[in-house]
């Protein structure tokens, strides 16, 4: 709003602006307000939208560790695909700093996440959740009969036997919470609800 009032721009409900920071360091925000003396300080620009369209390569001054840092913080979930020992010199805050690597540490890696409680196990992702194993009953349905023709027996049969195991346990312990019926001496029905804890 600040950058559109300092250039008088008349913009119009719902419109886009563009702009690009040209601050000088990564903490430079788009427009920072002084507290004591009121004063605004925008680092920032317009870029018409005609130039966008019509110049898709236009360069121009921009606030390169701002963008730079942004972009790392992007690309940084990538780097799981790499071996942990060159993870930490890849991403770079000055160009000037760029590294190289040979053919054999750039080879993929697996089984190393960025960091330990980012990596599921097998048990974890091949066990149904609680909630799935709710969902399968409720709708009472075998998790697996989406599989068509023999294409189940492609899928490791432990953990097929598995999760239908679980599942038809938590159905029968469902069963045994349901509603009980006692009659009063009156001979009304009472219905007494039981919930899982």
Request: glycine share 4%.
């Amino acid at each position: 709003m600040e950058l559109v009032m300092k250039n008088q721009y008349p913009a119009t409900l719902g419109e886009t602006i563009y702009y690009v920071n040209n601050g000088t360091k990564k903490g430079c925000g788009d427009v920072k307000k002084n507290p004591k003396t009121g004063e605004v300080e925008i680092n920032c620009y317009m870029i018409p939208e005609a130039e966008i369209i019509n110049k898709p390569n236009m360069t121009g001054e921009y606030n390169v560790p701002l963008y730079i840092s942004k972009f790392n913080k992007h690309v940084e979930p990538l780097l799981v695909a790499f071996k942990p020992e060159i993870r930490e010199d890849i991403l770079i805050d000055n160009p000037e700093n760029r590294q190289y690597f040979t053919l054999l540490q750039c080879e993929l890696d697996s089984g190393h996440p960025l960091k330990p409680e980012g990596q599921d196990n097998l048990d974890e992702v091949m066990t149904l959740s609680d909630m799935e194993v709710a969902f399968w009953n409720h709708v009472n349905r075998d998790p697996y009969f989406m599989y068509i023709e023999d294409s189940l027996s492609l899928v490791d049969q432990y953990w097929v036997d598995y999760n239908r195991k679980v599942v038809k346990e938590e159905a029968a312990s469902s069963k045994n919470n349901e509603e009980d019926e006692i009659i009063d001496n009156d001979g009304k029905d009472l219905a007494y609800h039981a919930t899982n804890v």
